[in-house]
Nanobody
Framework: QVQLVESGGGSAQPGGSLELSCAVSGLAFSEYYMAWYRQAPGKDCEEVAGISKDGARTRYGDSVKGRFTISRDNAKNTVYLQMTNLRSEDTAIYSC????????????????WGRGTQVTVSS
């Protein structure tokens, strides 16, 4: 059974930091391109960040560039999202997504999607 379990969400003040983790089981983690997506109330699901199988390539959504960092530990089957300089507009449910191979997971092309963890940024 494939499981993607996110953790680390919670509340933060504007300008603060949080680190999300996604523990993956039931698939060959090192063979999967991993990504983070977020969904805010009333808004479309948004691409946040992605990382290739070996961690050599990363990509970020324009709204988080320079503030968020994605990383992975293939020995621990875990992908991380370090979020700094948080803004109120970062408030959303953050989910990790997996796609086998070398292509970035998209909303229409993915193999597994986690249930998500809530991040709330407010003063």
């Amino acid at each position: 059974q494939v499981q993607l379990v996110e953790s680390g969400g919670g509340s933060a003040q504007p300008g603060g930091s949080l680190e999300l983790s996604c523990a993956v089981s039931g698939l060959a983690f090192s063979e999967y391109y991993m990504a983070w997506y977020r969904q805010a109330p009333g808004k479309d699901c948004e691409e946040v960040a992605g990382i290739s199988k070996d961690g050599a390539r990363t990509r970020y959504g324009d709204s988080v560039k320079g503030r968020f960092t994605i990383s992975r530990d293939n020995a621990k089957n875990t992908v991380y999202l370090q979020m700094t300089n948080l803004r109120s507009e970062d408030t959303a449910i953050y989910s990790c997504v997996a796609r086998e191979g070398d292509l970035y997971p998209t909303k229409n092309n993915f193999d597994a999607w986690g249930r998500g963890t809530q991040v709330t940024v407010s003063s």
